[in-house]
């Protein structure tokens, strides 16, 4: 299987424990997002890395949460200090740009991961 | 702040309907992808638009991106029962981030 892979799949903690969640691209994709998603609703974006660079993280991005990519490779996101309002859906999205002067030619799709479903209690 | 926002939010039909749903916005953007999600996955990527008017087609789904590319719609023919999900645009403002839609959750009664 050569998609996207996220693990675990599921997380149950309790409010005040540290979790961290690992994202394992497409091997050949040099961008990685991460993605979170709470019931009934669409993805909302939380921060993405060219290689091994964070270029940009949100609002929604406290300070307990944190993200890497050492290696450009594998990612992680861990959250410090979970409170329930943590839980959702964290996903994990890669894609490659490929270096272009047009916009256009330079795109590519980004590919999903089953995502990784945490609940604080 | 760009919003994607998506009708109608909730969908309920008998196979062989068909159905359109709706994905707008005051921005415009660069390319706009819809995606399928069912329960405890991730999203599937459907189909990609990039040019204002384009239409494109799979299967029994026809995609169109506005002729301004702020809009876009789904319309699906015959829906079956596995058609149901969530449907959900994702649109790229240009900066390589995206920007989803509120979602429509489409259920086909058999």
């Known amino acids: 299987d050569t998609g996207v892979s996220q693990d675990p799949r599921h997380k149950i903690t309790k409010r005040g424990q540290n979790v961290t969640f690992r994202c394992d691209p497409i091997s050949e994709h040099n961008r990685l997002y991460w993605y979170r998603q709470t019931l009934g609703q669409g993805p909302e974006f939380l921060t993405y890395f060219q290689n091994e660079a964070q270029l940009e993280k949100s609002r929604l991005l406290s300070d307990r949460f944190s993200a890497e990519r050492p290696k450009g490779s594998f990612s992680t996101l861990e959250i410090q200090r979970t409170e329930q309002g943590d839980s959702a859906m964290y996903l994990c999205?890669?894609?490659?740009?490929?270096?272009?002067?047009?916009?256009?030619?330079?795109?590519?799709?980004?590919?999903f991961g089953p995502g990784t479903r945490l609940t604080v209690l | 702040t760009q919003l994607l926002e998506q009708s109608p939010q909730f969908l309920s039909i008998q196979e062989g309907e068909n159905l359109t749903v709706y994905c707008n916005s005051s921005?415009?953007?660069?390319?706009l992808q819809w995606y399928r999600q069912e329960p405890g996955e991730g999203p599937v990527l459907l189909v990609t638009v990039v040019t204002g008017g384009e239409v494109k087609k799979l299967k029994r789904l026809t995609f169109q991106f506005g002729d301004a590319r702020k809009d876009s719609s789904l319309h699906i023919t015959a829906a079956q029962p596995g058609d149901t999900g969530l449907y959900l645009c994702a649109a790229e403002g240009g900066t390589y981030k995206y920007i989803f839609g509120t979602g429509t959750r489409l259920k086909v009664l058999a």
């Open positions: 921005s415009v953007f660069s390319s």
């Open positions: 999205a890669s894609r490659y740009i490929r270096p272009s002067k047009d916009v256009q030619s330079s795109y590519n799709e980004q590919f």
